[in-house]
Each structure stands twice: as structure tokens, then as C-alpha cells.
């Protein structure tokens, strides 16, 4: 798959395409990236950094993504253009870089979970996206070099699982108060001067990001400009933000660091003060009310700065253990419920150094509205298939049980498995006997439930003539295993969540997706923090 400067090969086939290569030569360039970034080397930062902006092999990386891998690839924008046989990848790939015209982005509204309300969204061509995604795979691992330890959310090697345990890290061994808030709009919002001048970008670079931030956006045949904000649906937008935020934790140490240290100890509130943020959201936690709300303020002026404001409606003060001002002990984070239950001696947390009894045990568990939404998924499926084979359904149902409880596995869900089991087996019981009224419930349950192993009451098919078999997953056969924290010093290239390395081992897949195996020292390290506890992380 050799190239000129000038053209690309057309003998070039997609499908044919050696992308382990491809990921790995993409992958020692953003290595390069990211250690010049660490070492403040500008010069070699953008110099590689546009090497890889022409680079073939970043180009047909990035246009995989938009056009094979992601989930919103069949999205057409303002051109219609939603799918592109392998002739005409090859042929996007070839045209992207710097230079290229950015085209409006195409207007839809999609309903917000659990409300009436409308969300806009905008959707950028194919080729944007395609671009987008390739200026990405520059800007990222410079950016990963200076993000701040404690966020979470759109980055690469971290998940929200992260984002609960260093919560959990946190509040573990002390009961503290926590202001819980959301960033009011903050695709909409972000100011674009103040954004494009925290990137700091090459030129090239820096024409191209404000083109994608002004194009503005299509609704029918009417075009409207764009003067703030970033379109939550492009590629590059979550990075975007993410740039926007940083500083974030800083301004709090310095805001921590004007405080008095805590009386007979001599430490810091800085050490024990912790933000936590994936994304829009954030936590902030302390021992003490008046830190909290301190900070609080301090964010507001932050967010002020760059054209954004704390949604009022999505604030929250609470205590992790204890009822403060009418509001009940915990929160709810990413779909979990985070709260400390008083509990005896055997089963209660102690204090790290003296052993000391807390009286208390920190749970984490998915929270109701999380539940009561997958059930309601489950339910509205069921109810849609009154009529669908037995197979059909089972296929369907799965698909939604087993990711809901993949996410939810790490907490302490089992009593919330064994709930959802039992209401689902009412449902499917419901189901069935609609189907056949005028069968006994014997009849119904040996036709539509079979035994496997030594579990007689499983929602299964089995076809007589094949032996192809239908198994409805239980929410109760998912393991509970503890989730391991990111430890601040190690990260994964965005493209590659598929890419691990063999000590995780994730390296089991037999199929061609795009999966390679790199050895250990071929992981992607993020900014150096400052040290970190093994019990807790703060802001300095």
C-alpha cells in the first residue's frame, strides 16, 4: 500500500487494506506527539502533528471511522450522503487535510430520556466528520499529555467506571458533602474566541477548527450562522470541550490553597478537596460545607469566562451520609447511586491509619431511575412482540440485558439483578399466556421455558430439527467484579478502545475489526499528575 506525495495509488483496495498496519504506523506518530507535548517540545509537536495531518495512513484511519466504524455512520448530512462504496473511500481519504471546505451542518431535534424535550443535533457531511476525525488523531495525543488528572469523560482508556471509583476513593473512609452539577448547554455555549485561543493551535489547524465551529447549520432549506458553541453530534466536539474545560482543577487548587490548613493536623484542604468530571457533570467533594460551596463559586466564574453557566435546576448539595437541609444522604452519578449506610462494627468501613470504627459502609448500587428506565426498555420491547416468534424476542431482549448489566457489573447490583429477573419472568409469563388463552399455565411454561444445567426456569428455544438453540440472558449469570481505577498515567488512543494490550486480556477476538495486539510498552501514557494516594486523589 505505497503512495507518492502527489497521488494515491488507485490500485489500492479497501477491503484488502492491512489495518494493523495502518493503526500501528497512526499510533507511533501520536506516540511522538504526545512525548514532545510532555517534554514542551512545540516545534516537534506541530511538526509531527501536521506529518500526520498527511499522512495516508491517518487518512484512511480516520475515514474508517465515519464511514465503518462508528454507530452514527448511516447519518447523512446537508448532501444526503449517508453510505460510500469502497471506491469512493478511498477517494475521501485521499481528499482530506487542512485545506479542504467545511459545508454547513444539517439541523435534527431527537427526544431527551425520561422527558418531552427536544434536543437539537447537527450533523456535519461525511467528509467533514471524515476530517474531523482526522484532526482529532493530531490534536488528541497533545492534548492528552496536558489534560488534568480528574476528568473522565470523552477521553481515551477512561470510562465512567473510572469516574465512580475515584468518587468512591474519595468518600470511602469519611463521610463529606457533595455538590453535584451539570454545565448548562455546554455544546451550545462554549465561547469560540476563548476556545480557539486556549487551543493554541498551527495556523492550518487553528482556520480549520474556527471553520467547523462557524459553519453554522442547516434547518430545511433555510441557513443559519453559528457564533458560539460546538455541535454536540461532530466527531471532534467532545475533544473540543473537554480543551474548553481545562484549567478547571487548577483554578480550584488555587482557590484550595488560600484556605487555612486544618487545625492540629497541619494539611491542606487541597489534599482532601476532590472534583470529579466526565464530561459535562462534575462532582465536587470536602469534609467541610463551606469548601463546597466556596468552590462552587469558583466554577461559576470559570464557566463564565468561556460563555458557560451551571444549570441552577441540575444542582445538587447533599451529605454522603447524613440528611442535610432536607435533602436525603447520597446522589445519583452516571447512572449510579452513591451513598454511605450506617452498618455494624464487622461490616463497617474503618479509618486508613488508626483502624478506627466509621460506623458507616459506602454503596454503590445502579440508581432507580437507571432501573426503572431498562425495565421500561425491556417491557415496551416485550409488549411490541405480542406476535414475533419466540426467538425473535429473546434476540431483542438480549442485546439490551446484556449491556446494561456489562456496565452495571462492578457495583453492588446483585439484589438489583435479582429484582429485575423476577419482573421480567412476571412479564414474559404475561406474554406468553396472551398467546395462548386457552392453554394451562403447565401447557405454557414446558413450551416457552426449558431447563439448562440445574436451572429449570429458563426462557429458551431449541429447535427440533437444527438443536440451534435461543437462551434469554439473566441478569443474575453477570459476575460482580470490581472495577480497576485508570491510574492517571496510563491512556489508549481514542480510535483504538478495541486496542488493549495482553495484560488486560482483551486480546481474544479472532475477528478482523481493526483489532491488533501492542505490547505493554507500546501503551500510550497521559500527562504526568502529581503523585497520587492509594486510597484517595485530590486537586493537588
Request: net charge positive; glycine share 6%; proline share 4%.
Amino acid at each position: 500500500m505505497k503512495t507518492t506525495k502527489t497521488s494515491f495509488k488507485t490500485t489500492v483496495v479497501w477491503n484488502n487494506i492491512n489495518w494493523k498496519k495502518v493503526q500501528r504506523m497512526v499510533f507511533k506518530l501520536q506516540k511522538r506527539i504526545h512525548k514532545a507535548a510532555q517534554r514542551g517540545d512545540v516545534k516537534a509537536m506541530r511538526r509531527l502533528q501536521k506529518t500526520l495531518m498527511k499522512s495516508w495512513y491517518a487518512k484512511l484511519l480516520a475515514t474508517r471511522q465515519v464511514t465503518q466504524d462508528n454507530g452514527g455512520k448511516k447519518t447523512a448530512g446537508i448532501n444526503g450522503v449517508k453510505s460510500l462504496s469502497y471506491a469512493q473511500r478511498l477517494e475521501l481519504a485521499n481528499s482530506l487535510g487542512t485545506t479542504r471546505k467545511v459545508k454547513p451542518t444539517r439541523r435534527i431535534s431527537i427526544s431527551k430520556p425520561g422527558t418531552d424535550e427536544k434536543r437539537p443535533l447537527a450533523i456535519p457531511t461525511m467528509a467533514d466528520r471524515a476530517n474531523q476525525a482526522l484532526a482529532k488523531l493530531a490534536i488528541e495525543p497533545q492534548w492528552e499529555a496536558y489534560f488534568e488528572p480528574n476528568s473522565y469523560g470523552f477521553r481515551p482508556g477512561r470510562t465512567a467506571h473510572d469516574a465512580i471509583a475515584a468518587i468512591y476513593l474519595a468518600i470511602h473512609c469519611k463521610a463529606k458533602y457533595v455538590l453535584q452539577a451539570n454545565i448548562s448547554k455546554c455544546f451550545d455555549n462554549i465561547d469560540h474566541q476563548k476556545l480557539l485561543n486556549k487551543l493554541n493551535t498551527y495556523p492550518s489547524m487553528r482556520r480549520l477548527i474556527r471553520n467547523w465551529l462557524k459553519a453554522g447549520f442547516m434547518d430545511g432549506e433555510d441557513a443559519f450562522p453559528k457564533e458560539a458553541g460546538t455541535p454536540a453530534s461532530e466527531v471532534i466536539s467532545p475533544l473540543l470541550a473537554n480543551i474548553a474545560f481545562h484549567g478547571m482543577e487548577e483554578v480550584i487548587k488555587e482557590y484550595a490553597n488560600t484556605l487555612p490548613t486544618r487545625r492540629n493536623h497541619g494539611q491542606k484542604p487541597n489534599r482532601v478537596l476532590s472534583l470529579i468530571r466526565y464530561a459535562d457533570d462534575l462532582v465536587i467533594i470536602h469534609e467541610d460545607i463551606n469548601v463546597v460551596l466556596g468552590v462552587q463559586a469558583v466554577i461559576a466564574g470559570f464557566l463564565k469566562d468561556i460563555g458557560l453557566e451551571i444549570n441552577p435546576s441540575k444542582t445538587r448539595i447533599c451529605h454522603t451520609f447524613a440528611e442535610y437541609k432536607g435533602e436525603k444522604p447520597g446522589f445519583d452519578f452516571l447512572g449510579f447511586n452513591i451513598r454511605q449506610f450506617s452498618v455494624n462494627e464487622g461490616m463497617s468501613a474503618r479509618a486508613p491509619k488508626s483502624g478506627r470504627i466509621l460506623g458507616f459502609q459506602t454503596i454503590i448500587q445502579p440508581s432507580q431511575k437507571a432501573v426503572q428506565r431498562h425495565y421500561k426498555a425491556i417491557s415496551d420491547i416485550i409488549d411490541a412482540h405480542k406476535a414475533a416468534p419466540q426467538k425473535v424476542l429473546i434476540q431483542k431482549l438480549n442485546s439490551i440485558i446484556q449491556e446494561w448489566v456489562k456496565y452495571y457489573s462492578f457495583a453492588c447490583s446483585t439484589d438489583v439483578f435479582r429484582g429485575l429477573n423476577h419482573k421480567i419472568y412476571t412479564k414474559l409469563t404475561s406474554w406468553a399466556r396472551s398467546r395462548h388463552p386457552n392453554k394451562g399455565a403447565k401447557w405454557v411454561v414446558e413450551k416457552y421455558w426449558i431447563k439448562v444445567g440445574g436451572d429449570n426456569w429458563v426462557f429458551g428455544y431449541i429447535n427440533p430439527k437444527t438443536d440451534e438453540r435461543y437462551i434469554l440472558s439473566k441478569h443474575t449469570e453477570t459476575k460482580i467484579v470490581r472495577h480497576l481505577k485508570v491510574n492517571n498515567i496510563q491512556a489508549l488512543p481514542r480510535h483504538c478502545h478495541d486496542q488493549k494490550t495482553s495484560l488486560d486480556g482483551s486480546l481474544s477476538s479472532s475477528q478482523d475489526q481493526g483489532m491488533f495486539s501492542e505490547e505493554p510498552d507500546e501503551v500510550k501514557v497521559s500527562c504526568p499528575v502529581l503523585e497520587t494516594s492509594s486510597t484517595r486523589e485530590g486537586v493537588a
